[in-house]
């Protein structure tokens, strides 16, 4: 079964480092989004992505935060400058059509990338 | 505001002693309401979309239903391998075309 893919699985990094967080789409999907888990919290929305273009972010992510579809393949997360409270569970997902319209399709989710800022 | 409200937080069952999670939703027109399984470490695992009252979807030992206001997903004789956060989302007519807005799940634990 296709499955999104995400590298590193876990990453430490000093406080005001960059840091890339790196996906792996379906590769017949259209749609990419961003969500976060902080440890305990619940799932939040960071950004949709679709045909090269950012087609909804969340308040959260800011200035700090951008993403790129580089290749046609990968899609990453970049944060510039990292704070404490980036620590979190970072899922990348993909959908094949613009969820909510179509009947029992959801998002695929990848394992994430737990991002530990020191 | 739209909210997820998933009760309760947690849930310790014997093995297939059959019980109902709820998941209790305010939006501003529904456009699905979806339920993911989540293992320690790992991300959501989608299980199932509803979009309208009185909507029904099985999978094994897993059925979701939709009224206006929540959703309850039964697990019946479940075993421990169902042992798994469940999160229930939402995504609603009002501005946003495409986030989901999640509750923070139930804890289900299945003892043999």
């Known amino acids: 079964e296709p499955e999104v893919t995400q590298t590193p699985s876990h990453q430490v990094t000093q406080m005001g480092q960059e840091v890339i967080l790196r996906c792996v789409p379906i590769s017949n999907h259209l749609y990419f989004y961003w969500y976060r888990q902080i440890l305990g919290q619940k799932v939040e929305f960071l950004v949709s992505?679709?045909?090269?273009?950012?087609?909804?972010k969340s308040e959260i992510f800011d200035d700090q935060f951008s993403v790129e579809r580089p290749d046609g393949s990968n899609f990453t997360l970049k944060i510039r400058s990292t704070k404490l409270e980036d620590s979190a569970m970072y899922f990348c997902?993909?959908?094949?059509?613009?969820?909510?319209?179509?009947?029992?399709?959801?998002?695929?989710f990848g394992s994430g990338t737990r991002l530990t800022v020191v | 505001e739209d909210q997820v409200t998933q009760s309760p937080e947690a849930l310790r069952l014997q093995e297939g002693e059959s019980s109902s999670l709820n998941c209790s939703y305010t939006v501003s027109g529904l456009r699905g309401l979806f339920w993911y399984r989540q293992d320690p470490g790992k991300g959501p695992e989608f299980l199932f979309t509803l979009y309208s009252a009185g909507e029904e979807k099985e999978k094994e030992r897993l059925k979701a239903t939709l009224t206006k206001k929540e959703s309850f997903l039964h697990i019946t004789a479940p075993k421990p391998e169902d042992s798994a956060t469940y999160l229930c989302a939402v995504q609603s007519r009002r501005g946003s075309n495409y986030q989901l807005i999640w509750g923070a799940g139930t804890k289900l634990i299945i003892k043999p």
């Open positions: 997902a993909s959908s094949e059509m613009r969820t909510g319209g179509y009947r029992n399709y959801g998002y695929t």
């Open positions: 992505f679709y045909n090269n273009e950012i087609s909804e």
